[in-house]
């Protein structure tokens, strides 16, 4: 299918002229998902139009400042617009209904898959919700608390609160305009970025257990069996919190966090700094990702994934002379 | 000594007319004393004055980017700035030399005590590197990297890069402006917020192992043993994240840290939410601090020590119905 351009321009015009739409979030929706697809929808609320927010899994409770009940819109004469979802297969439940048939497609993510029939792309925007701001903005909404608290989510969640290399002079403005509204950051920034529950305190003890240190500690590996998983109920999304610690340490260049994903399948999370590149060793491994961040599944007993995992690490720091002990 | 209160026209008049300047610290220095510290070094050079820094402490090597030699000032005819030193017994080893004769105090925290010859005060900054951000602004001093960088450094240090509640418009605008230089904000926040050392992970890890839940789970104690400060070499600052861990968990509304600071003596730190307040409870044991972070110093056994705490707190909880059950 021919994926076709839009500008800011375009999407404004597009957005004006419908009637009836449907917004679709991806799948293990996260803050800029949900943050844009609400803001969205509350902004084409005042333009009169008839909207439905459609997310493919259950919303966390922790978005609920933001959300409402939506309208109900007929599939048959909807546009149908995804935010934030750079690649059909994220839509998860709902690729199967909508996958092929995404009118707009808004999103920031450099790898797009273009998809949809038309896509407004902004690869510099740190967040999603970046983009829809300057849309409500063109589009001359009239921003609310509960507007600015979602675009807020937003630019917070997929920032590491501004933390990252992605942030721009830009993500710091709307920010800056962002709190002309009472969005509460600090109450928003202690349940995203600060809040975990005893299970998972519970568990990451657990995790820390495990540590395991190799090539001159410039390697960390963390394990989360099964076991720890059913003991502490704690599974999924609830986990990404820990692969941050594998990278975490100081002189570590390559953390992983390997997690049990069967009796005898794991899957392991690999988090580098240069000069090491996370994808191309989970590639030599099947697996695939980012340059910084990647991930591969192994078969086998936890001692032989560690083997193949190291033995991939280790070739690689030796040909790009990260390691040059013969410690061991 | 009557506190002269300066206006942001009186602080750029009174730093064109001197020649020479001291800029002072507090101890155990952090990214925001530093930051503008140094910020207001660079902006008074490129005035011609000569300037020298003095930090009462060591300077923590994670700060260096922003660091250089400074001049040599003779005390005689130096006119002494103190830059984020609420109190003049924050100036530490240099408190003796300076404590009185303190010429400007440049600060945002609203206890300032009103130690200073003459204040510059603007409490609702986020950081002082907000206030010499605007006063280099005033001077019409040009930025470059090395200030933007520091003044950077201040903002996101005090505010837990953009997550508290002290961060206003303001603050983020402030930010948006240093991106015009060449901050590599990433890399600050890398290293401010998200790198640890190996021993303190593995006292992390220790600690986490000490966990206690109390008054349904709605107070949560940790402990940090002489003999795990021994082993892991870690103590001092390097310990105020651990105190970070006692409030993170959902529902948790006081949360302890308990650290060993003799044989028998013992730091709590007690963090809460509403409707507790950790001033209240820490001044009926002879401590003090603020409405949700304060600090008590304890004579006895651990469990004496647990004792006392555990009793002011409930005491609290009760008369402040934030615990009803009658499960301890």
Redesign the interface.
């Known amino acids: 299918m021919n994926c076709i351009d839009f500008t800011l321009k375009d999407t404004v015009k597009f957005l004006k002229k419908n009637s009836n739409y449907i917004i679709l979030t991806h799948a293990s929706p996260d803050g800029d998902t949900l943050g844009a697809g609400y803001a969205l929808y509350y902004g084409l609320k005042q333009l009169g139009k008839r909207v439905e927010v459609i997310c493919p899994d259950v919303i966390p409770q922790k978005f609920a400042y933001f959300l409402c009940d939506t309208d109900h819109v007929s599939r048959e004469n909807a546009v149908v617009i995804a935010v934030d979802v750079a690649d059909k297969r994220l839509l998860g439940a709902l690729q199967e209904d909508f996958g092929d048939t995404v009118d707009l497609n808004i999103d920031h993510h450099v790898s797009n898959a273009r998809y949809a029939k038309n896509l407004y792309l902004d690869a510099d925007a740190a967040a999603t919700c970046e983009i829809i701001y300057e849309l409500l903005s063109a589009l001359k909404i009239k921003f609310n608390d509960t507007i600015a608290k979602a675009l807020y989510t937003g630019l917070a969640t997929d920032t ?6 992605c ?7 709307i ?3 962002l ?2 509204y009472n969005i509460e ?2 109450v928003i ?2 349940v995203m ?6 299970d998972l ?2 568990l ?2 657990m995790v ?2 495990t ?1 395991e ?1 190799h090539f001159n ?1 410039k390697c960390m590996i963390l394990t989360i069996t099964a076991a720890m998983q059913e003991k502490t109920g704690c599974s999924g999304p609830d986990l990404e919190g820990i692969t ?2 594998s ?5 570590v260049i390559a953390g992983v966090t390997i997690k049990q994903t069967g009796s005898d399948t794991y899957k392991a999370s690999l988090r580098t700094y240069d000069p090491l590149n996370a994808s191309e060793i989970c590639k030599k491994l099947g697996g695939g990702g980012h340059k910084n961040a990647a991930a591969v599944t192994l078969c086998g007993s936890l001692d032989d994934v560690k083997v193949k995992i190291l033995d991939a690490i280790k070739q690689q720091m030796e040909e790009k002379h990260a390691w040059t002990s013969a410690a061991e």
Chains 1, 2 share one sequence.
């Open positions: 590491g609160c501004f933390k990252y290399s942030v721009t002079a830009k993500t710091h403005k920010a800056a305009a709190y002309d950051a600090d920034n202690k970025f600060d809040t975990k529950s005893k305190l519970t990451e003890r820390l257990d540590a240190y500690d941050e610690i990278r975490s340490v100081e002189g």
